[in-house]
């Protein structure tokens, strides 16, 4: 199976002050030599606790972070050396969708000039195909027409989200990192939105890089899944494989603290 992306050892070191005085300085290794393989068409979930380094994780692969060490090979490009032509080529390429759909949508924005925004700044298409594109795929994602003349705010959570997931696609990306995007709204509409998700990779052959605390979702989602624990690979495999025989206590833990504890299903 090809390897779309591959992550080598890498290493993001925070500084805090903390303490009253903001006198005592602590380092948090948000990454500890992270290793991770994404193959191309599947689902990798990243699942870990609270401050385990899984955003920082995502948001290094799309150069949100600066990481300290550690290298980036992105269909055979060096992520952290390529500027110019390749950067702009491979920005297209990886597209995030957010958890909060509300604070990753500009609230001065119509809908058709959020999805605009991305088309024009690759200067991809004529004004009309560029219309037309995003027609097609405001559509795909379950909203029409008359949405793109509305604002983010006359839409509900769920609707965001549709429109956060249709701007990261319409760049017809090949990966999608999802960093918690259903942990904002209610349990109804986060399953309608992984079918979404679901089924757009289907139709597109995405690769997903699927952050979620939430075991139940790997389990509907996941090809695989890296369990990470303060900015460390605990364990990865296939997701039926971990849910079956985690190897680690703390996979073991994180199972077992599933509501309905599902690790014991099938
Ligand atoms: N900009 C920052 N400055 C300082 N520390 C940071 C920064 N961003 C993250 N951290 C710290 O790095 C560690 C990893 O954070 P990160 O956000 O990657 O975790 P996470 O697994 O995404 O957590 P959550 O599940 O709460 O989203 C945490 O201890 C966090 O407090
Ligand atoms: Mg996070």
């Given at each position: ?193 992984i079918?979404l998700l679901k089924?757009l990779q ?65």
């Amino acid at each position: 199976m090809e390897i779309l992306l591959k992550a080598k050892n890498l290493s993001k070191e925070y500084v805090k002050t903390t303490g009253f005085f903001s006198r005592t300085r602590v380092s948090i290794k948000a990454l500890d030599n992270m290793t991770i393989n994404i193959k191309k068409g599947i689902t990798l979930a990243v699942v870990g606790e609270s401050g385990s380094g899984k955003s920082t994780l995502a948001k290094s692969l799309i150069r949100l972070v600066e990481l300290d060490r550690g290298t980036i090979t992105f269909k055979d490009k060096n992520l952290r050396k390529i500027n110019g032509e390749d950067l702009k080529q491979t920005r297209k390429n990886i597209q995030m969708v957010f958890q909060d759909p509300y604070a990753s949508l500009n609230p001065r924005m119509k809908i058709l000039n959020i999805m605009e925004e991305p088309l024009k700044i690759h200067d991809l298409g004529s004004s009309e195909t560029q219309y037309s594109k995003i027609l097609s795929m405001i559509k795909k994602v379950g909203l029409d027409e008359q949405d793109l003349s509305k604002y983010p705010h006359q839409f509900s959570g769920g609707q965001r989200q549709r429109i956060g997931i249709a701007r990261a696609l319409i760049l017809e990306p090949e990966l999608v990192i999802c960093d918690e995007p259903v942990s904002a709204l209610d349990v109804s509409v986060q399953a309608q939105i992984i079918q979404l998700l679901k089924s757009l990779q289907k139709e597109f052959g995405l690769t997903y890089l699927f952050i979620t605390h939430d075991l139940r979702i790997v389990r509907h989602i996941a090809n695989e899944v890296i369990v990470m624990k303060d900015g460390k690979l605990m364990e990865q495999g296939k997701t039926d494989i971990i849910f079956r025989n985690p190897k680690t206590k703390y996979t073991k833990e994180l199972l077992a603290s599933i509501p309905g504890n599902l690790s014991k299903r099938k």
